[in-house]
């Protein structure tokens, strides 16, 4: 058996305790155009394949976060606060978002004092 020795070994047990954080592995078929768009995509990035896709997954997973809790705000199913929380960005970002979707902000007075109260807890003022 190969023997490690050491920053070998701890370059090893690094990589091993990354390999454990990784989560499930799973497999996805996907179609002959996509792939040769992922094939670009490294080559654009000089990324290795798994590290390109799971950036891609994220990247796509907030964008669709953002895309549902707009459309609910829009829809006046929740308010703007409970939007970003459910696109995981702050009350500022999402509004940010409206104003460049020329969305018009429907923000009423009691979301703007339930933030308010928000922030002073967090900052411990009350």
Known sequence: ML??????????KN?????????????????????????DLRNLFKEEQSSLIRRLLWKSIAQ????????DYIDE??????AAEIAGILIWQIIDELKKRNIALKYRISE???????ILKKYKKI
Do not use: C, R, T
């Not at 023997?3 to 090893?12: A, E, N, P, T």
């Not at 669709?64 to 459309?71: Q, V």
């Open 3 to 12: 023997k490690i020795v050491g920053y070998q070994q701890i370059l090893f």
């Open 15 to 39: 990589i091993l305790k990354k390999v454990k954080n990784m989560g499930d592995k799973i497999s996805i078929v996907i179609p002959n155009d996509l792939k040769k768009e992922i094939d």
């Open 64 to 71: 669709e976060k953002l895309e549902y809790a707009l459309k």
């Open 77 to 82: 199913k929740i308010s703007l606060g409970k």
């Open 112 to 118: 703007a004092e339930l933030e308010i109260v928000k």
